[in-house]
Nanobody
Framework: QVQLVESGGGLVQAGGSLRLSCAAS????????MGWFRQAPGKEREFVAA????????AYTDSVKGRFTSSRDNAKNTVYLQMNSLKPEDTAIYYC????????????????????WGQGTQVTVSS
């Protein structure tokens, strides 16, 4: 199992930007597709973005398309979520998750598919 630690959350005004990072332990990071999920108070955890092992494929939920970008650096065992044009409705705890993928191009999007989860980082967007 890979261990995940998120960082980069914080308080930002609407229209601002944040970059979340998720550092993974172990030497097999490139074997994992990575995902980002978020959970707002009183709401269920929802899919935000995901990136394949090779970084060749990405997927985003409709509400963040054009504003968020997921990337990864396999040499640094880190996945990133660049969040631009933030809105108050983006306020949530953001989690990264890892899926051990057989295919280098597969992009998982369902929470139950992911094997490991980080502890989360709070993102608060003020209006």
């Amino acid at each position: 199992q890979v261990q995940l630690v998120e960082s980069g959350g914080g308080l930002v005004q609407a229209g601002g930007s944040l970059r979340l990072s998720c550092a993974a332990s172990g030497r097999t990071f490139s074997s994992y597709a990575m995902g980002w999920f978020r959970q707002a108070p009183g709401k269920e955890r929802e899919f935000v973005a995901a990136i394949s092992r090779s970084a060749g494929n990405t997927a985003y939920t409709d509400s963040v398309k054009g504003r968020f970008t997921s990337s990864r650096d396999n040499a640094k065992n880190t996945v990133y979520l660049q969040m631009n044009s933030l809105k108050p409705e983006d306020t949530a705890i953001y989690y990264c998750a890892a899926y051990r993928a057989g295919s280098s191009s597969y992009v998982p999007m369902r929470a139950p598919d992911f094997h490991s989860w980080g502890q989360g980082t709070q993102v608060t967007v003020s209006s």
